[in-house]
């Protein structure tokens, strides 16, 4: 049985603002539970279906709370509940600039779509990329699309907010590498690639933005075929983060 | 001015059922509607504001009203509606099998999610593969939700819906080769591919079904990073698909 209170709060927790003031974010369904938990997530919270408590226990910093299917509707954000509702500490990751020059690393520049930033954290682990920078504009992580979405990815990879200007002066100060793709720039296929170094993902919309551009050190191109094709409209961001991580791990 | 009975046969148009008896679709937005209309498509009906008008003329066999936002409001399905809705043709496109011969094409076995569908004909279209064909029981490219997603491709392709035995026994008797990821396969990166043939993208949660796998001829991986990671889960659909038309589209 859940108090108004407990399920104003857990309503609360779909707005960015409370989820920061919290540092809890909220998890739905079995599997992406299992995930996170067993990614090492710190959970502080579970409201299920009875049957969920036979084959998930938990010690007593966990608050635990048997809940109906129409108690679950109440406070569930899908369209259809699944058996488990749960809150999640935001983990907060060190950063090591000195760690990113022998690795590959991404920078999101503003990307709004839930669906396309889970897309992208799920490509970025398939492919070996621990660490993924985002700009302050960039949806949050923690948003419940996002969660949905990334499918476990969130609790094995480091995700950072970051002030871009700041960000990207560290980042020079060190010599790394800048990738960006654009419309026009080195065939990336044929390109030298180095195997470390930032690859920036632009806005849906306008691409990578000016403030960026300005640090990127390797304009890449993925050509479309046959080359300069003409109506050809653009190519979503998660498909070309993912042509240029495979390019990437290709050469290696 | 809409009459009542307008406005439910544009309802009417949501489901897959009547799209298929009316031989229409629904298309909104000012860019989506230029890009289907100068791709060709046949538009037979615009509702749209007074504006839109000043910059669009059109023939007598295009039935055409000035409509308020309020009316719009009324029969639009974005949650922010644009300034026109209007309804195009279904294109019936020739299938020549033949053609298939000297091409790349795909084959979608169920994809479900219309986002996905959108993400595949716009990658599709950007490695110049002219061709789509689906199981039925794949997402409607028609549905409302893809026409948006697809930003256009959807006017300079062909898709198909096929029965799936009839279709690949044709591509067999033609010794077309058929190639799809599967998580044991060949190195897509080392394999050899010939530049023509089927990519077999499968359903989100099941993959390639049971149907299609015996009519593979080439089984191919996109290798995960650092290889045989642990703890990696899988390639979003639309991504596994633009990673393997890349791959083959870099050898050329």
């Not at 560290?170 to 990336?188: T, Y």
């Not at 690639?193 to 933005?209: D, F, K, Q, R, Y």
């Amino acid at each position: 049985m859940l108090s108004k209170n407990k399920i104003k709060f857990i309503h609360s927790l779909k707005l960015k603002k409370y989820r920061d003031i919290q540092g809890l974010f909220i998890v739905e369904g079995r599997k992406t539970f299992e995930e996170l938990f067993e990614g090492g997530l710190k959970v502080v919270f579970v409201a299920a279906l009875p049957l969920f408590f036979d084959t998930h226990q938990f010690d007593s910093s966990v608050e635990t709370t048997e809940i109906s299917n129409e108690e679950l509707r109440k406070i569930s954000l899908l369209v259809t509940p699944a058996d488990v509702l749960a809150l999640f500490e935001i983990p907060k990751p060190s950063m090591n600039f000195d760690e990113l020059k022998t690795q590959l690393s991404l920078f999101l520049d503003d990307i709004q779509n839930p669906g396309n930033l889970g897309t992208i954290l799920r490509t970025a682990e398939w492919f070996g990329i621990k660490n993924v920078f985002c700009s302050p504009a960039t949806v949050d992580i923690y948003n419940p699309k996002v969660v949905q979405a990334t499918m476990g990815a969130i609790a094995r990879m480091n995700v950072f907010y970051v002030e871009e200007e700041i960000f990207f002066t560290e980042i020079r100060n060190r010599n790394l590498p800048v990738f960006g793709a654009f419309l026009e720039g080195e065939n990336i296929y044929s390109a030298i690639l180095e195997n470390a170094g930032i690859i920036v993902l632009g806005n849906e919309g306008s691409g990578i933005s000016a403030k960026i551009e300005k640090f990127v050190s390797q304009r890449l191109l993925i050509p479309s075929y046959p080359q300069n094709a003409e109506s050809v409209e653009s190519l979503n961001v998660a498909v070309a983060g993912a042509i240029i991580c495979s390019e990437f791990r290709r050469r290696n």
